[in-house]
């Protein structure tokens, strides 16, 4: 298979990963909220503080909603202009994945890499979801890429973008992302015997640009948090917003011991090993394949040939080891270290073209994950039982079928390349096209949208659905606001109120006149476990009785 054809897959599994952006709603809980602090600081032009619901809001650092909200100033508040840098973010990543693999290994193997990256599932979806680790991604990969030239040659150049990718990471999620960062390269100058540079000057010197590149995040914290002790967060006044930033949030959540916990129990050593079995679908058998080829020729190989798999290794199994640590556990962690198993799985899938006759264990494994991911995508198809959807899979399955009487020729690479590549995005188009029907028809936020569009421009209110509220936001150009309770609506002037059935005799005796002017049978919370998204998109559950009163 030729570098031309291995281009051609990758673009294909970007666009039909980038077709999600045209979705017109926003699916998790987590990135509403995180599009409505980016729209806080776009509408307000008040970067320094972090608003959610009209209060101030300690967890993340800046950069991301920074982003964000640049995206919104450009291009408007949508749903587009929310997902759109993150996506951007994810190429980015991408590109330095290729990079960072073509300082250790043939453009082949580098465009491999670059295969299964923007194939790898929960990479996929979480360039969409536009978490934190979307944005980290991007910048961790270009950390990792200057900080390798800047070991080699001691150029300007390298020293302030390595800097300035570090600062973004840590701006974006705190100061461990530099362990991710540093790890590999730290793990190979023990394994050269290079422990000098540990305490170099060059190396202190970027050290020391990295935190001044993190002045931003800093100040802002002080502004917000720092200059008011006045202030109640997380209960208490006197927070100090650095120390979060540098301590509790991060020390805090490893041990499970800040201000904000995991309540679900407590972690598992082998949680992060559980969820690399299905995020990193469908070259999860690849990886394995490419650790035990890499150990078993280790030490057949000169030190300078072993360097890549030494720094990737390091690179991944240092932070996979402290995720795997902690007491809090989230699955969308394991992100940021997918890049660094791309490239391992891109330079064993290069030297397994060379020689297409061995390794069949590992096609047995390929064939099974294709026929797993294309029975899920057209099983759960049939039992969702939209006819678009199904439609969808039926093409793409068509397609995989022509394509592999038209490459029959190439049937071995095909089996271990191109059909699990084809089940993996056949089972993603279900999702993202599941998702953005089933939202459209059940989320309370796009359907009351759509009702109120056409009437006359006044405030909305929710009534006890804070995260409509936010999402609405998101869709709407009038001010939206939550309330949890009677006295928190207006006593005069007109405005809308979305009140579930259930709570509309709570507030409906505050009401001096009102008119109900639409309704529906909805889901408040979008967010949930895989079978209750299925129940939801087969209409079944769990839905509430929402109305929309229009109050004078």
């Known amino acids: 298979m030729n570098l031309t054809h291995i281009k051609y897959l990758s673009l294909f599994a970007l666009l039909v990963n980038a077709a999600a952006m045209l979705s017109p709603i926003i699916n998790g809980g987590d990135s509403i909220t995180y599009a409505a602090l980016s729209q806080h600081i776009s509408l307000s032009n008040d970067w320094a503080n972090l608003m959610l619901d009209g209060k101030d809001w ?32 994810h190429i980015i990543g991408g590109f330095f994945t290729y990079r960072l693999a073509r300082l250790f290994y043939s453009r082949e193997a580098a465009w491999l890499s670059v295969l299964v990256y923007v194939s790898v599932f929960h990479l996929m979806d979480s360039s969409i979801e536009v978490k934190a680790e979307t944005y980290l991604t991007g910048f961790i990969m270009g950390a990792c ?90 209960g208490q006044t006197n927070v100090s917003g650095i120390k979060f930033f ?102 064993y899938l290069s030297d397994r073209m060379q020689n297409l006759h061995e390794g069949r264990a590992l096609m047995i494994a390929q064939v099974a994950f294709t026929l797993l991911l294309l029975a899920l995508a057209i099983g759960l198809s049939v039992h969702v ?44 188009a279900f999702v993202v096209l599941t998702s953005a029907l089933t939202f459209a028809a059940y989320s309370v936020a796009y359907n009351a949208n759509r009702q109120l569009a056409g009437k006359p421009a006044a405030p909305v209110y929710s009534y006890n659905m804070g995260i409509v509220s936010r999402e609405l936001a998101v869709y709407n150009t009038a001010p939206v606001f939550p309330a949890v309770s009677p006295e928190q609506l207006p006593t005069s002037g007109r405005y809308y109120l979305l009140v579930s059935e259930k709570e ?28 209750r998204f299925l129940k939801l998109a087969r209409g079944e559950a769990p839905l509430e009785d929402i109305r929309i009163f229009a109050v004078n």
């Open 385 to 428: 039982g939209y006819a678009v959807v199904i439609s969808l899979i039926a093409l793409m399955v068509s397609a995989m079928l022509g394509y592999a009487v038209m490459q029959r020729q190439r049937m071995r690479a095909n089996v271990l390349l191109v059909f699990p590549l084809f089940g993996m995005l056949a089972l993603y």
């Open 145 to 234: 890429y200057y900080w390798l030239r800047y070991d080699a040659q001691a150029r300007l150049k390298y020293l302030l973008l390595g800097a300035a990718f570090t600062a973004g990471a840590v701006m974006t999620k705190g100061v461990f992302t530099m362990i991710t960062i540093t790890s590999g390269l730290v793990i190979l100058w023990m394994y050269q015997k290079q422990w000098s540079k540990l305490w170099s000057m060059k190396w202190w010197l970027a050290f020391a640009l990295s935190l001044l590149f993190t002045a931003p995040e800093v100040i802002a914290l002080y502004l917000q948090f720092d200059a008011h002790p006045e202030k109640v967060v997380f």
């Open 246 to 347: 540098l301590w509790d949030s991060q020390f805090g959540r490893f041990f499970n011991a800040g201000p904000i916990q995991d309540t679900s129990g407590g972690g598992h050593p082998f949680y992060f090993v559980l969820v690399f079995l299905w995020a990193f679908l469908p070259w999860v058998a690849v990886f394995f394949a490419a650790m035990f080829a890499g150990v078993r020729k280790f030490a057949q190989r000169s030190v300078e040939e072993n360097a890549g798999f030494v720094f990737l290794c390091g690179a991944f199994f240092v932070t996979f080891s402290l995720f795997s640590a902690t007491s809090f556990q989230l699955d969308h962690y394991t992100v940021i270290l997918f890049p660094f198993a791309a490239i391992l799985c891109g330079k």
């Open 58 to 89: 300690l967890d993340k650092p800046h950069m991301q909603f920074w982003i964000t909200a640049l995206s919104f100033e450009l291009l408007g508040v949508s749903t587009f202009a929310y997902i759109l840098p993150g996506f951007l973010f």
């Open 504 to 531: 509309l005799t709570t507030v409906a005796s505050t009401l001096a006149h009102y008119e109900q002017i639409g309704q529906g049978d909805w889901v408040v919370h979008k967010t949930g476990t895989f079978p």
